[in-house]
């Protein structure tokens, strides 16, 4: 289950990342992918809210790792981690995971900054096309 998701994710990874910047972030996102595993159900639309468990991760992640959820989002949005889809994580559940956790100061609108991404690149659209507030 949880630890079959990490195993899966971890390997899946590996073979998504194109350069080396990519493959850096990946490397720091290691360990906020395996604290998503408390987020699967939610991600997976089978409960319809995240557990306290699943938004203690997604805290930690916004507070130390801001970026990881935004690459995960554009994994998602772009089938580039066949591990995310392999799983049915869904990325419109990925993108509520800040708002239905609560969190402030926490819009995935910050996500082409983070990323470094121009803000008017197709690339950004999923995140302002996306966000709720």
């Known amino acids: 289950s949880q630890a079959v998701m990490v195993m899966v994710l971890c390997v899946g990874?590996?073979?998504?990342?194109?350069?080396?910047e990519d493959n850096d972030l990946m490397k720091q996102c290691t360990t906020a992918i395996?604290?998503?595993?408390?987020?699967l159900m939610f991600v997976t639309a089978k409960?319809?809210?995240?557990?306290?468990?699943?938004?203690?991760?997604?805290?930690?992640?916004?507070?130390?790792?801001?970026?990881?959820l935004c690459l995960f989002i554009g994994q998602a949005h772009n089938g580039t981690n066949p591990a995310l889809k392999g799983l049915g994580i869904q990325e419109a559940k990925l993108l509520q995971l800040p708002n239905a956790c609560h969190l402030t100061n926490a819009s995935v609108t910050n996500?082409?900054?983070?990323?470094?991404?121009?803000?008017?690149?197709?690339a950004a659209a999923i995140f302002m096309n996306n966000a709720t507030s």
């Open 47 to 68: 409960e319809a809210e995240p557990t306290k468990a699943c938004c203690s991760a997604v805290s930690a992640m916004k507070d130390k790792q801001p970026v990881c």
């Open 111 to 122: 996500c082409p900054k983070l990323l470094g991404i121009s803000s008017s690149s197709p």
């Open 13 to 20: 990874i590996g073979g998504m990342v194109s350069n080396g």
């Open 34 to 39: 395996q604290d998503l595993g408390n987020c």
